[in-house]
């Protein structure tokens, strides 16, 4: 993920702590259970973390108790500690990394004290890693990478052939690194942690890091034009519904474009035969591929104006949408129609040569997802929800269980010439594996590897597991649950009905 550093982290606390709560009302509960979003402010790493370092983290989705009332604005300060790390080192004693985070205090006003909770990390976004059920981040495995097994490959044809492979094996090399195996979250890295408790906080009565709701006035002519607009993305050459559009952006192209690049959003590639091989070398290596490039997505025949994504570290998870400008203009303003997808797997493709996604079947979390992210820049006027006739499930997505209620996210951008900061906290500085100790590594762990796993039982099961990936059919991993993700306005707009019976 690529965040610029647009002001100092003292700045950054006074706008959090400041503009979060200006008020508050009555108690109200936050149960047991509610996910916490939050994107780190200081980076934490397993090779040089250390028990009780500080971590420190925004909540980047407002929560709202059962009545409805808001508790936990965006932007409301939490923070925590490292309970454990294990790191690879030399690869002597560890083969992965490992690490467990406790977020532990909220600071819900800034003239306040902190308040203690209790938190169980569930899930890190867009990361190659794994949390377990106890809540600890298990780093990869770096000889199970494909990049290792062609290393291995290749020097296992030394013995058939020394020329032929030697060439291979420096092939290799040259073409996919070795990966990264220590766990690394830097600035802007977002965590979701489940409350084990009820938390009690006082509500808070307004929030200036929230936008406005749209007028009904508004909503209204908004609700007339998307009901002029296409409902589904399509492939090229077939008009068969692939995504929902449910996004409509109303600005210039200026505003959308700094709106994406405050929240952190990257343009993506064209495809070409060296994005390809990126994308291939990002799968080998285990690693993030930020621009890669999207499937060729039409609608209405026509390609998209704007492709924005925001990964981590992998190439297999991202965020992504894909925005068509619309030829009619809104309130005298240019109208942009998205189709936002969480893609949360890949499989391969040999026609063309190269990966797929899989998308997260709940299409709605990631309209939401984009809305929030904007709405932290400081660069959403208003924001509202266009509910559009319900329709019959286009048989390709129903036969993907994929679920969607098909509405329209609207987003009015303002000017957004002066964002608000991303998190990154300079205070903190992160230690980096020398050359030789990378080196070093390398062999322990490919000497570790070999000595465990160089057997017959473990090759069957090994060409299995990739037999099983090459297929396809390797299944979508399920997101943990985000009831947070809904929408907040106090109305919802309709098409008219005489718009939707002229469809």
């Not at 965006?74 to 309970?83: D, M, N, P, R, S």
């Not at 009901?227 to 210039?252: C, V, Y």
């Not at 129609?337 to 990631?366: M, N, Q, R, Y």
């Not at 820049?377 to 266009?386: K, L, P």
């Amino acid at each position: 993920m690529r965040w610029v550093k647009a002001a100092s982290s003292s700045k950054l606390l006074s706008w959090l702590l400041l503009g979060c709560c200006p008020g508050s009302l009555s108690a109200a509960v936050l149960p047991s259970g509610t996910i916490l979003e939050i994107r780190l402010l200081t980076p934490v790493s397993s090779h040089d973390a250390r028990r009780s370092d500080l971590v420190r983290g925004i909540t980047v989705v407002p929560l709202r108790d059962s009545a409805g009332a808001l508790i936990l604005p965006v932007g409301t300060i939490v923070q925590g500690h490292v309970e454990r790390a294990k790191r690879v080192g030399l690869g002597l004693v560890h083969e992965t990394a490992s690490l467990r985070i406790q977020f532990d205090e909220i600071v819900p006003d800034a003239d306040g004290p902190a308040e203690r909770m209790a938190t169980h990390l569930v899930s890190v976004d867009n990361a190659r890693e794994k949390v377990d059920r106890a809540g600890t981040i298990h780093g990869i495995r770096a000889t199970a990478s494909m990049a290792h097994r062609l290393h291995r490959r290749a020097l296992h044809l030394i013995a058939w052939h020394p020329i032929v492979g030697l060439a291979a094996a420096v092939s290799a090399n040259v073409l996919f690194k070795f990966p990264e195996p220590e766990i690394v979250y830097l600035p802007g890295t977002e965590l979701h942690a489940r409350l084990e408790r009820d938390l009690t906080l006082e509500a808070v009565s307004g929030n200036e890091n929230e936008a406005a709701n749209l007028t009904t006035a508004e909503g209204t002519r908004y609700a007339d034009a998307i009901g002029r607009m296409p409902e589904w993305t399509h492939r090229p050459k077939s008009f068969q519904a692939i995504d929902p559009t449910n996004l409509l952006f109303i600005g210039d192209r200026g505003r959308l474009e700094r709106a994406f690049a405050a929240a952190g959003w990257d343009d993506a590639d064209r495809i070409s035969n060296r994005s390809r091989l990126q994308s291939i070398r990002a799968v080998a290596e285990s690693r993030a591929y930020l621009d890669a490039p999207m499937s060729p997505m039409q609608l209405a025949g026509r390609t998209p104006d704007l492709l924005r994504q925001r990964g981590l570290n992998t190439f297999t998870k991202r965020h992504h949408v894909r925005i068509w400008q619309q030829p009619e203009m809104v309130d005298g303003e240019q109208a942009w129609l998205g189709a936002a997808t969480h893609d949360t797997s890949v499989c391969p493709t040999f026609k063309p040569l190269g990966f797929s996604h899989h998308i997260e079947a709940d299409v709605d979390l990631e309209r939401q997802k984009v809305l929030h992210d904007l709405i932290l820049t400081g660069c959403v006027a208003a924001h509202g929800v266009v509910d559009r006739a319900s329709s019959e499930m286009p048989a390709p997505l129903a036969a993907k269980h994929l679920t969607t209620d098909e509405a329209v996210v609207v987003i009015r951008l303002n000017e957004c010439r002066s964002p608000r900061p991303l998190p990154d906290d300079e205070s903190v500085k992160m230690a980096r594996p020398n050359w030789g100790t990378r080196l070093t590594r390398r062999v322990t762990l490919t000497a570790r590897n070999y000595a465990l796993r160089e057997n017959l039982a473990f090759r069957i099961y090994d060409m299995g597991r990739v037999a099983w990936f090459l297929t396809g059919k390797a299944g979508r991993p399920k997101q943990e649950s985000l009831p947070q993700r809904t929408f907040t306005a106090a109305e919802r707009f309709a098409i008219p009905t005489a718009r939707v019976g002229q469809e």
